[in-house]
Nanobody, 127 residues
Framework: QVQLVESGGGTVQAGESLRLSCVASGYTYSSGAMAWFRQAPGNEREGVARINIKFGSTYYADSVKGRFTISRDNANDTLYLQMNSLEPEDTAVYYC????????????????????WGQGTQVTVSS
């Protein structure tokens, strides 16, 4: 059973940084993709960033390009999201997700493509 546990959320001022972590367990896949999604109240869950587990290639939502960086420590099965220059619009619950399929640039943002999810961690950015 795949388990994903996020941590690192909190409340920060606009312009500050946070780093989210997601520890994965219960699987031995060396391929597929891990991703970060977020969901603000009243909004749909949206893809933030995705990383290919085998090749390390990444995709980002336009709204976070240049500010957020997704990375993965394969030795420790940990996914990271470094978030810099945070804006109030980044306020949301952030979730990590895993799929055995390394979804392409056209499909990685669809939440239904990821069978495994963490419980989420709240990020609040005040102005």
């Amino acid at each position: 059973q795949v388990q994903l546990v996020e941590s690192g959320g909190g409340t920060v001022q606009a312009g500050e940084s946070l780093r989210l972590s997601c520890v994965a367990s219960g699987y031995t896949y060396s391929s597929g993709a891990m991703a970060w999604f977020r969901q603000a109240p009243g909004n749909e869950r949206e893809g933030v960033a995705r990383i290919n587990i085998k090749f390390g290639s990444t995709y980002y939502a336009d709204s976070v390009k240049g500010r957020f960086t997704i990375s993965r420590d394969n030795a420790n099965d940990t996914l990271y999201l470094q978030m810099n220059s945070l804006e109030p619009e980044d306020t949301a619950v952030y979730y990590c997700a895993f799929s055995e399929v390394a979804w392409s640039s056209a499909t990685w943002t669809k939440p239904g493509n990821y069978p495994y999810w963490g419980q989420g961690t709240q990020v609040t950015v005040s102005s």
